[in-house]
Every structure is written in C-alpha cells, then in structure tokens.
C-alpha cells in the first residue's frame, strides 16, 4: 500500500547511544518532515526537507540530525541520545507545502534509558 | 510565527451527541487549517480541512467551521459513535513548508 513506512517500530537505547529513525514514501512526494510527539505537547517538528537536497530546522531540534538521502527517504539520527529524546517520533510527507495535507507513518516509540 | 491553541484536552460523550473542538491561531495570514485524527497506535490521519476562503465545510458526520475574524475554527462531529474515539490534532500553517499542531483532544464516545 502506499504510504510512509519509518522503521523500526519501538526501540530502547541506553542513554549516549546513536541510531538512525528511517522513513521512506512512495508517493512522490517533494517534502519530508519528522516530528515528535510528547504527552500534553503535540506534535512538535524536529527537521523538515521541502524538497531533494535541502533540509531546516524546526521547532526542536537539539540533539538531531538528520540526512534527505533521495527523493522517497529522509532519516533521523540521534548522535548522543538522553532521556529527554524518550518520545514518539513521526514520519510524514505532502506533495508540496502545506496546502496539501500531510501523509504520517506509524510511528517509532523511542524510550531512552 | 504561528501559534494554535487546542481545547478541551479531554472529551468525554455519549454515543449519539455532538462533540465540539475549538483551536485558535495567531497569525492572521494564515490560510489553511487541517485537522487529523490519531486512533491508539497510528499515525496521525487527515480527516478533513478548510481554506480561508469559505466559513464552513461539511463531510457526512465531521463539519468544520472557521471564523477568520476572530481567528478560530472548530471540529463537529455529529451523532458520534464509538468508533469517533480518538485523539484529534487541529493544525495551522507556521510557513508555507510547515504545519503548527495543537496539543491534541482525547475525545472517548462512551456506548
């Protein structure tokens, strides 16, 4: 089906560890956008790519970053994680801005220990 | 930059009512305001949307209203069942490239 797969679904990291969230679309879509999403916060954006080879920052982005690999991908990663990044990562995408509404994956629930 | 206010943050009803939702956003050249609803594990899922340039816009049971004057909008949801509870995200423009989330309404449809 088509749509926004991040991988992988749950991970546990034990604090100064590194990881790479993947997310990937088949929708052709031009921009990319990660976001995390706290109890009582909402979703907040982390880094976004509005289109092949570019990439901002968002609202939160200490202590990520994060790489546009083609079109289809766009990973985080998390140098040094902290407790702090403990929080539900999303994944999404729209064709060109935010005139159209945004596709989101599943989700990565990411604890840090 | 864009700010969206989201209340209630809780929403408890009995099947068969109306549940309402109200945003507020900051900036007045804002001109598009999604809203998504999260069912229990899922990614957020776009269930309707509204442009500045009509006050209201209907889709079977989910109508959304939008008072530019004032700078808010709502989410109705008529006859509500079961299957409505979720938690619902209003949203709002930061720039063109970027969406500004509420902080989310837990709305439980009670059978």
């Known amino acids: 089906n088509a749509g926004v797969t991040q991988t992988p679904k749950f991970q546990v990291l034990k604090t100064g560890q590194s990881m790479t969230l993947q997310c990937a679309q088949d929708?052709?879509?031009?921009?990319m956008y990660w976001y995390r999403q706290d109890p009582g916060m909402g979703l907040r954006l982390i880094y976004y790519s509005a289109s092949e080879g570019t990439t901002d920052k968002g609202e939160v982005p200490n202590g990520y970053n994060v790489s546009r690999l083609n079109k289809r991908e766009f990973s985080l990663r998390l140098e040094s994680a902290a407790p702090s990044q403990t929080s539900v990562y999303f994944c999404?995408?729209?064709?060109?801005?935010?005139?159209?509404?945004?596709?989101f994956g599943s989700g990565t629930r990411l604890t840090v220990v | 930059g864009e700010n969206v206010e989201q209340h209630p943050s809780t929403l408890s009803v009995q099947e068969g009512d109306s549940a309402v939702i109200k945003c507020t956003y900051s900036?007045?050249?804002?001109?598009?305001f999604p809203w998504y609803k999260q069912e229990l594990g899922k990614g957020p899922q776009l269930i309707i949307d509204?442009?500045?340039?009509?006050g209201e816009k209907k889709d079977q049971r989910i109508a959304v209203t939008l008072n530019k004057t004032a700078k808010h909008f709502s989410l109705h949801i008529t006859e509500t069942q079961p299957e409505d509870s979720a938690v619902y995200f209003c949203a709002a423009p930061a720039t063109f490239q970027k969406l500004v989330f509420g902080t989310g309404t837990r709305l439980l449809v009670s059978p």
């Open positions: 929708m052709n879509h031009n921009s």
């Open positions: 900036d007045s050249a804002s001109n598009y």
């Open positions: 509204i442009r500045s340039n009509v």
């Open positions: 999404a995408s729209s064709e060109s801005g935010v005139g159209i509404g945004y596709t």
